[in-house]
């Protein structure tokens, strides 16, 4: 998609503030090599001084102990967002076909205006999606599923899959498979990374809330409820029938045994693992280790263990 251009008056108002400024901006860049009609942010002193010293045309900053009169500046709260909220503003909507001639999409699904679908992806069946979505190459979408506005599944994601549900038969030891004939639901503004996996309910519903941002690799097993503005890393491995509230935060390779609850605002890190049918709820506060415990409790534990040497 090709850019198109903003100028700084533009820019500052969709940002909330005024500026003196002239400039044209096309594209935004890192400072190394910015050029009149780029964009940067500078989230400290160091990186303020760097982006002065540079040809770039605007510069995103957070008014603090360094002042400056220079006009290319414009001062924010949150540099970053506000540098992302701008690259968005920067960019040309796609003018190629919504549906790739590769795509198969059954007659019965429905896709909401301005929804754009890659090369080799499978819609079945009574899928249903809303508008302005992207749903990359190599994407299914299985019988039922349901997608809200504005969703992004990148290539190679597979959702609305039957779940992993076996039920033992004690006598023989074999494996019957547990009816998956429940949905999955997708809200709005939710985006899905490359060859994630998200499996419909067994009998009731997985659900995804609305803007939860989910990274490559990640698997949600069925019935999991995942709320709104949750963060999921790479590779995370989420079992079934658990619940993750609004705000948390799973960084990678975390795991989750079935019928876990994590609370609202949780950060989990790295590789950090709950065993089944435990729960993790302190607002806000940051877990590590398997079982994952309070990061500072962790932190001590692993000092003992280094004096046991």
Do not use: W
């Given at each position: 998609m090709s850019a198109i251009r903003r100028t700084a008056a533009e820019i500052a108002a969709l940002l909330g503030i005024e500026t003196a400024s002239q400039a044209t901006i096309s594209r935004v860049s890192e400072i190394a090599g910015a050029t009149g009609d780029a964009l940067v942010f500078a989230q400290d002193v160091a990186t303020l001084q760097a982006a002065?010293?540079?040809?770039?045309?605007?510069?995103?900053?957070?008014?603090?102990?360094?002042e400056t009169d220079d006009t290319r500046v414009l001062w924010v709260r949150v540099p970053k967002y506000a540098f992302a909220a701008v690259a968005r503003e920067l960019v040309a909507p796609d003018d190629s076909p919504l549906q790739h001639p590769a795509a198969i999409v059954d007659l019965s699904a429905t896709l909401g205006a301005r929804t754009r679908v890659g090369a080799g992806a499978v819609i079945e069946a009574d899928v249903v999606i809303g508008a302005d979505c992207t749903i990359g190459s190599r994407v299914t979408i299985c019988?039922?599923?349901?997608?809200?506005?504005?969703?992004?599944?990148?290539?190679?994601?597979?959702?609305?899959?039957?779940?992993?549900?076996?039920?033992?038969?004690?006598?023989?030891?074999?494996?019957?498979?547990?009816?998956?004939?429940?949905?999955?639901?997708?809200?709005?503004?939710?985006?899905?990374?490359?060859?994630?996996?998200?499996?419909?309910?067994?009998?009731?519903?997985?659900r995804i809330g609305r803007g939860?941002?989910?990274?490559?690799?990640?698997?949600?097993?069925?019935?999991?409820?995942?709320?709104?503005?949750?963060?999921?890393?790479?590779?995370?491995?989420?079992?079934?029938?658990?619940?993750?509230?609004?705000?948390?935060?799973?960084?990678?390779?975390?795991?989750?045994?079935?019928?876990?609850?994590?609370?609202?605002?949780?950060?989990?890190?790295?590789?950090?693992?709950?065993?089944?049918?435990?729960?993790?709820?302190?607002?806000?506060?940051?877990?590590?280790?398997?079982?994952?415990?309070?990061?500072?409790?962790?932190?001590?534990?692993?000092?003992?263990?280094?004096?046991?040497?």
């Open positions: 002065l010293e540079s040809n770039a045309g605007l510069i995103l900053a957070r008014r603090g102990a360094y019988k039922g599923a349901t997608l809200g506005d504005r969703v992004v599944v990148q290539s190679g994601a597979v959702l609305g899959s039957t779940g992993f549900g076996y039920v033992r038969n004690p006598e023989t030891g074999e494996y019957l498979l547990f009816p998956q004939q429940g949905r999955l639901v997708v809200e709005d503004d939710v985006e899905i990374g490359a060859n994630a996996t998200i499996d419909r309910g067994a009998l009731g519903e997985t939860a941002k989910i990274d490559n690799l990640v698997h949600i097993g069925h019935n999991c409820s995942i709320g709104r503005n949750v963060v999921i890393a790479a590779q995370v491995g989420i079992s079934g029938s658990c619940v993750v509230e609004d705000g948390a935060v799973l960084a990678g390779q975390v795991g989750l045994g079935d019928h876990v609850h994590v609370g609202p605002g949780v950060i989990l890190g790295g590789q950090g693992g709950i065993f089944p049918g435990k729960s993790v709820t302190g607002p806000g506060e940051m877990y590590a280790g398997t079982p994952a415990e309070p990061v500072k409790d962790y932190l001590k534990s692993l000092a003992r263990l280094r004096r046991l040497k």
